[in-house]
């Protein structure tokens, strides 16, 4: 009896500096790459060119040209993010129905696009849209078009919708895939006909992946600066498109303008996240 | 009492090539108390997910009242489940898991509030309303399992194994509980569950199964006292089955020589199973005994003693008030009403000797032996 006492005391101790050394390079990465970088941010936001604090730069972000393009951004990428999810989740749950084993392949089809480069696969979609692209030339066929896609707010959005769509399907499917299929037994049992058991049960039990999938679309689209720069020839601007021209303009004034730009889009996002985490605690009261 | 409220004519089922069900006939009549009582994977889950409509049978129909409501999804059956793991919605409270079915028909808030509060009661849990489930014990979220189903006032309840999680103490309470439900309520009660002692106690009809085939239907003393083949002998209760043969009407003859016993209709000199439950011998001198033997083992049961008699190399299981020390020549005098004569079947020498009775109890009296020496051997 009081030999086992005494094995694992040296193995715990063991175990807390082998976890430490394992974690040490995480640590690092997180310091270097997200830390720094973040405090760096924070530094130039609050800075001048000869480097002595302002807001100056803050109040610049909310005056009337930027506010309205940050605006614009919010309004896209919740557009962008509720088609997503208008799109995934019926995608999602009609996965769950399948075949078990064809639910892998599936979503492998679902992820074969991410191989590719965002901005490679946004340029094919520029190439499909144009004005003598492939879909015109399909409409031309049937004596429709030419349709100007390009250059529009169907564009940018389709943009992101068509980048951004796997990341809402993916978290939504892998919560959705374990539900306990007694639950969906037990609600049937008690009366529910299958909209019922959607709305009652499925729903509510799958608002975690359903805020997570929010949260991975929202995020990109609301700093993306490539999908709307290419798919409007640079002439729809959004926040993600002013940092980037700001930042990349080597000159210390506009670099400081770019930081405080993303130090509110931080904040902004910080803040849609931790709203969103909230509706997702009181879950019970969901129903469709 | 009489009308027959579910009927099950020719189910069978199968899953993946395997047959679970072979052809049950079973009626189920209006505010009885039915048990199906089986081993392990025998088959009563499906069934009851048949009745409850979560799975079609292959062959044979289900009729509710009469009317075949095979195809009927089963939200539209008037039959409600308490599964075999609660399946309690973890997205609910207490409260709200219990209300479902009753938000569900959009019935008026008052009215839920009071009837799940009366639930609540019904079930020992009042105040656990605010509860998450997930934090319940086994046997609380039990609890709210059947007090979700009943709180539908189904005509039936098919409740799988309700108990299952419970302690002996809570058990027997529960036990008594739901049986008073049942008869307050007047809800037909389907009940499973591999506990013979459980079943015996609770049921108005016992239905026992093995192999996915029905053994035998009828009342708890019928089965005891008169079980149909060596299966149902020895799932219920304790029993010697000797081998035997049927001279005439009244008079067997087992161990070699003639018993008067009170069964007719069997053939002439037809081979038999012969029953005789360990409570039913008496133990007396051996030579005033119709058999003897000698007492191999004896263990103390609280109430009785329980001895192992060898006679003729087939070993017996006696339950006696009196002490026999081991080793001991006893003998054994049976009256013709403990004697209960069966029809050979397909389990015929399968069940009802105790030879490796012994052997089962010592490996499980000290467990722990070649546990430690498995401990001690990982060490070095
Ligand atoms: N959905 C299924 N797919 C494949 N096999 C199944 C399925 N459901 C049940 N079975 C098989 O059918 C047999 C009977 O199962 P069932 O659940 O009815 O047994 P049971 O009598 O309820 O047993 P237990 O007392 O262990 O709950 C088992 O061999 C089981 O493996
Ligand atoms: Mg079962």
Request: aromatic share 10%; net charge negative.
């Amino acid at each position: 009896m009081t030999r086992p006492e005494t094995v694992p005391a040296p193995r715990r101790k063991r175990r807390g500096v082998v976890q430490t050394i394992a974690a040490a390079p995480h640590a690092l990465w997180c310091v270097l790459f997200i830390l720094a970088p973040m405090a760096f941010v924070v530094y130039y936001a609050f800075t001048d060119a000869d480097g002595a604090f302002t807001i100056y730069n803050i109040n610049e972000v909310f005056s009337a040209s930027y506010l309205r393009i940050l605006e614009r951004s919010i309004l896209y990428a919740l557009v962008a993010t509720a088609i997503c999810l208008v799109l995934a989740y019926p995608l999602a749950y009609a996965i769950t129905k399948m075949k078990a084993r064809h639910q892998p392949q599936i979503i492998m089809l679902l992820m074969l696009p991410m191989w590719i480069n965002l901005l490679i696969r946004t340029y094919s979609l520029k190439i499909l849209l144009e004005t003598n692209g492939v879909i015109n030339h399909a409409l031309a066929w049937v004596h429709l078009g030419p349709v100007h896609f390009l250059n529009s707010n169907f564009a940018i959005i389709l943009g992101m919708v068509y980048n951004y769509l796997p990341y809402m399907v993916l978290p939504i499917y892998s919560v959705l895939v374990k539900i306990d299929r007694r639950l969906i037994e037990a609600a049937q049992d008690l009366g529910c006909n299958s909209r019922q058991v959607l709305g009652r049960v499925t729903f509510p039990l799958s608002l975690s992946g359903v805020i997570s999938g929010i949260t991975m679309v929202f995020v990109p689209s609301i700093s993306t600066f490539f999908i709307s720069k290419s798919l409007s020839d640079g002439r729809v601007k959004l926040i993600g498109d002013v940092i980037e021209t700001e930042i990349s303009m080597h000159n210390v004034a506009a670099y400081n303008i770019g930081s405080a730009l993303s130090f509110v889009l931080m904040v902004l996002i910080l803040v849609s996240l931790f709203v969103t985490n909230k509706f997702g605690e009181k879950d019970g009261g969901v129903i469709v | 009492m009489s009308q027959k409220l579910i009927e099950l004519k020719g189910v069978s089922k199968s899953f993946d090539g395997e047959q679970v069900l072979n052809n049950i006939h079973l009626y189920i009549r209006d505010k009885e108390f039915i048990t199906l009582l089986g081993p392990s994977g025998c088959g009563k889950t499906t069934t009851l997910r048949l009745i409850g409509g979560f799975e079609t049978p292959d062959e044979g129909e289900i009729f509710f009242e009469g009317r075949p409501m095979t195809d009927l999804p089963p939200y539209k059956r008037p039959v409600n489940t308490v599964f075999q793991r609660y399946a309690l919605f973890p997205h609910l409270n207490v409260f709200d898991n219990i209300a479902f079915a009753l938000k569900l028909r959009h019935v008026p808030k008052e009215e839920i509030d009071e009837q799940v509060h009366e639930m609540l009661r019904l079930v020992s849990l009042r105040g656990f309303g605010d509860k998450n489930v997930a934090t319940l014990s086994g046997g609380q979220q039990q609890r709210v399992a059947i007090a979700r189903a009943l709180i539908n006032r189904p005509r039936v309840l098919l409740l799988d194994e309700p108990l299952g999680a419970l302690d002996l103490k809570l058990r027997k309470d529960m036990q008594n509980e739901l049986k008073n439900i049942q008869r307050q309520t007047g809800i037909t009660f389907v009940y499973v569950t591999h506990d013979q002692e459980e079943a015996l106690s609770m049921s108005d009809t016992i239905v026992v199964m093995e192999g996915g085939r029905i053994q035998q239907i009828g009342t708890p003393t019928d089965i005891y006292n008169e079980p149909e083949n060596a299966f149902v002998a020895d799932f219920i209760g304790e029993s010697n089955i000797i081998d035997g043969v049927m001279k005439e009407d009244l008079k067997v003859n087992f161990d070699g020589r003639d018993f008067v016993c009170l069964d007719r209709g069997f053939g002439e000199n037809e081979p038999v199973d012969v029953v005789i439950r360990p409570e039913d011998v008496d133990v007396v001198e051996p030579e005033r005994g119709m058999l003897r033997g000698i007492a191999t083992s004896v263990t103390f049961k609280g109430v009785h003693w329980e001895i192992i008699v060898d006679i003729n190399n087939f070993k017996w299981m006696i339950q006696t008030t009196d002490y026999v020390s081991p080793g001991q020549e006893i003998g054994l005098y049976i009256e013709p009403d403990a004697i209960h004569i069966m029809k050979k079947s397909e389990f015929s020498g399968m069940f009802g000797d105790y030879s490796s009775f012994s052997d089962e109890l010592d490996e499980l009296s000290d467990p722990d032996t070649p546990q430690a020496e498995a401990e001690s051997d990982d060490q070095t």
